[in-house]
């Protein structure tokens, strides 16, 4: 008895099977066909423009990162720059002052101004081309 319940569930299990493998009509795979062509063209348009977004995203973002960078390069040459002629300058008021004590009084006191004035005009032009552009 269990072989002819198992025999005859098998016979529809097989019957069933082979009703889903059933071919469609050639309208219908034209129709799928077409339909998944569209959609794969589509989807490749898409990527396409997806892809041109992020190559023309990356180059402007290298434009930015490369001016940055031009940017920071001439900040980091101007502070090179003047810091040396604050070194500089600080040198000469130094010798400037030394020279000044060989005068006596008014004169030493006018020479030391002189060489400190000189100084602190460099140090002020010095901080000024850290900031921007000197004005005339």
Do not use: Y
């Amino acid at each position: 008895m269990k072989l002819i319940v198992i025999s005859s569930l098998l016979v529809g299990l097989t019957l069933g099977l082979s009703g889903c493998n059933k071919a469609k009509s050639p309208e219908d795979v034209q129709a799928d066909v077409s339909k998944a062509v569209s959609e794969a063209q589509q989807n490749s348009a898409k990527a396409d423009a997806d892809r041109q977004q992020a190559e023309t995203q990356a180059a402007d973002q290298l434009a930015k990162d490369q001016e940055a960078a031009a940017q920071k390069a001439a900040d980091s040459s101007v502070a090179a720059v003047t810091d040396a002629a604050i070194t500089d300058a600080e040198g000469q008021n130094k010798v400037a002052l030394a020279k000044c004590e060989a005068l006596e009084g008014d004169a030493q006191r006018q020479c030391k101004d002189d060489a400190n004035a000189r100084l602190a005009a460099v140090k002020d032009r010095a901080k000024q081309a850290k900031k921007g552009p000197i004005t005339p």
